[in-house]
């Protein structure tokens, strides 16, 4: 490697993808059959009725397209436009500290508005929305990290946007929430007293800190009981991971221009979706044969494994089990994960169709502890410059994991990974590991046993 090595692969803004990837095909040509989310009551395949309330027309018939391409709406492209494409950089300053013979290549997401992948759904489901005559989206928010993409989007659309932030974070974590202040959302803590699920809690425990459960009930509450206002998700749902394959669409083109193919492609996994994003389009070329040795590494908390650990069954999306049941690898909806800092990895389950894929070894999943996830975001921000957010800390943790096996190999390989998102909000986290504050969180069988046990009666074929 020369002071010469090319280290970032850019697109023309004109390179935008204008349509995103659909995977369902592939997959179905390859064998793998998609299992319907059931009606939480009859545990028959939910029909479209069941979510008309919480979301429009578009995003539903997004939901269960089966067209491998889907447009982006031109309004959409336009706000794209404010950060995409996005850079594909070489790490080769990382590279050489590892003194590996790997190339490591990273998709950099944290260039958005609010600094994370989050935004490429947001912005597709508030044009949605406010094409369908809605004038308000309810959402929850842990951290604050889909709030804020979120709020960002409806304020381009002109669209109110409604959030519910789980008490803990709302107190101890204060700037994303006025970041969805300075995009103009109206931001609650959760639970609070403008919702009867709110209410409800707050009688029971006026001291409560709150949980994404109950945020989710509320923003739910909202939307469900008022017509001009929707509900939106950050991940897990097909139609969010769609709109996140703008990422893996731009990396393919720039990898070619790198003159490169990766063997191996690593995401972290909260719900899946930025993970999907970027490999979806590169598992086609896999799903139908045209690179059968190209691995996916899904990387996971410890405290939180669902891919590594939990059982692939039905199980309830929300924690209140209010939801249609998702087929997916689930650690029961009730689990409670240990408050580790990657707080948007903290979920009870995957997104259906990332959970097939590795049901059948297309795709292979690791778990992480905090403080190796740490040391590893602290290798990168050294070598190359960004402070990654705790959650794509793990990517970053595979990635190096890969390089040193390839270094150990005498091997040339080709990593390539998502960084979703930069980790300036998340600097409590830094200084606690820095500080050497950061429990190693054990994982505990017996709780998931607990809250497997809680699944709903609704047995996964096959
Ligand atoms: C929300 C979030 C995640 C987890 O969600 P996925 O759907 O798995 O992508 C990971 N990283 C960042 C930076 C996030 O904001």
New binding site residues.
Partial sequence: MSEATPMRFDLRPEEIPTAWFNLLPSMVGAGIQPLPPLHPGTKEPVTPDLLAPLFPEALIAQEVATDEWIDVPGEVLDVYRLWRPTPLMRATRLERDLDTPARIYFKYEGVSPAG???PNTAVAQAFYNRQAGIRRIATETGAG??GSALSMACRMFGIECLVYMVRASYDQKPYRRILMEAFGATVHASPSDTTQAGKQVLASDPGSTGSLGIAISEAVEVAATNDDTNYAL??VLNHVLLHQTVIGLEAKRQMELAGERPDVVIG????????AGLAYPFMADRLRGAAPDMRFVAAEPAACPTLTKGRFAYDFGDASGMTPLLPMYTLGHGFVPAPVHAG??RYHGDAPSLSLLVRHGHMEARAYNQNEVFEAALRFARTQGIVP?P??AHAIRAAIEEAEAAREAGQERVILFNL??HGHFDMQAYDDYLNGRLPEVEFDPSEEEAALAELPDAPVPG
Avoid: M
């Fill in positions: 994370s992948h989050k990290q889909w950050g991940s972290c996994v909260g719900g899946g979706s930025n993970y948007g990895l957010a959650e794509p979703c998102g």
